[in-house]
Every structure is written in structure tokens, then in C-alpha cells.
């Protein structure tokens, strides 16, 4: 029991230290999380609740962030799930988002793709800007900043319209963006 609390301890301290998850531990035993809305997106693509069941599948908080409770035993696997390595890099809307050690969001696109979010306001309260590396535009965010753009994102996806969209990922592929409403006509034509 003892080790377990110093592990949560040491958990706490060292997510905390770098503003990813925070962890703390209810009277029943049971394990908190508290996840910034990017670090959400990110392990649910590396399968970071692998082996848990139910999977947790919590609502957002007002402030975008998630809320996860787990068991001492369902704890233990979500740590071991977290000493993999990542499987890749989260992709959201054509972006390949990953965390770097000190809890700050990195972003690579294309240049085209870029060009495509700015247009469309994808930036807006956000001052970081892009530096092209090997070919490829990265931008480091900040949580807040991460947290705009996910609500610009957001903004950009409600704006409807019956096109379908293509962005040409940081890795070479392609990613469609198709509007709900037209997806279901797609799906109604066995298209």
C-alpha cells in the first residue's frame, strides 16, 4: 500500500511538472486523471487505455480537458500503457501532433496545409509561428494555445458545407474531410 502511494506520489510530481496529467487518489482508492484536451487526443492514438474495460469514454470538461477515475489494477496497465513507445504520431485534421518532454505540443504539416488553416482562421489567438524543418512546417504550442486551436479546428469543421476537403499529411498521406451530412449520403449509396 505504502509503495503504491509513493508511486502515485512520484506520479503526480513528475505529471505535474510538465502540465500533462495530473493524478491524485480518491478515499475509495480510486485513481484520478485530469487530461489537457490535446494530451486526450494523442493517447487515445497511442492506445493508452489498452486493456482497460470499459474503456474509459468521458464527456468534456467546460475547459476541454477529460476526467478519467480508475482502479488501483486499471491504473497500473494505463502507467505500462504509457512506457510503450508511441505506435504515431496523433493526426488531427491533417496536423501530426505530438507532446515533447516538457508538456509542449508540437505540430507538423505540410506548407499547403498551412496555408489552408490560416486562411480559414485555424490560427487565430495564437502567436507561435512555423519553422520549416526537412520540408515539413512545425509549430510549437503552449496548452492554451493547443486549446485554441482545437476550438479554431472545431469552428472550421462547423462551418458546413457539401464539399469534401483533402490535406496532404506531414507523412505523405492523404486525409478527406467530409462533411457529416454528406458521409451519410455516402454511406446511403454504399458509396
Do not use: C
Request: negative net charge; hydrophobic residues 35%.
Amino acid at each position: 500500500q505504502q509503495a503504491l502511494h509513493r508511486r502515485v506520489r512520484e506520479a503526480v510530481v513528475s505529471t505535474q511538472s510538465t502540465g500533462n496529467i495530473s493524478v491524485s487518489q480518491d478515499p475509495s482508492g480510486q485513481f484520478i486523471l485530469h487530461i489537457p484536451a490535446g494530451l486526450w487526443t494523442i493517447i487515445q492514438a497511442n492506445n493508452g487505455f489498452a486493456g482497460i474495460t470499459p474503456t474509459p469514454s468521458p464527456k468534456a470538461n467546460p475547459d476541454g480537458s477529460f476526467t478519467v477515475s480508475l482502479t488501483p489494477a486499471q491504473w497500473q496497465i494505463f502507467q505500462d500503457n504509457q512506457n510503450k513507445p508511441p505506435q504515431a504520431a496523433a493526426a488531427v485534421d491533417g496536423v501530426n501532433i505530438t507532446v515533447d518532454a516538457s508538456g509542449r505540443y508540437i505540430l507538423k504539416f505540410h506548407k499547403q496545409h498551412y496555408e489552408t488553416l490560416k486562411n480559414n482562421n485555424g490560427f487565430d489567438g495564437i502567436t507561435a509561428v512555423p519553422e520549416e524543418k526537412d520540408g515539413v512546417l512545425v509549430m510549437t504550442l503552449n496548452e492554451k494555445e493547443m486549446q485554441q486551436f482545437n476550438v479554431n479546428q472545431e469552428k472550421i469543421n462547423q462551418e458546413g458545407d457539401d464539399s469534401i476537403s483533402v490535406s496532404l499529411l506531414a507523412s505523405g498521406d492523404y486525409m478527406l474531410h467530409i462533411p457529416a451530412a454528406l458521409w451519410k449520403m455516402i454511406q446511403l449509396s454504399n458509396g
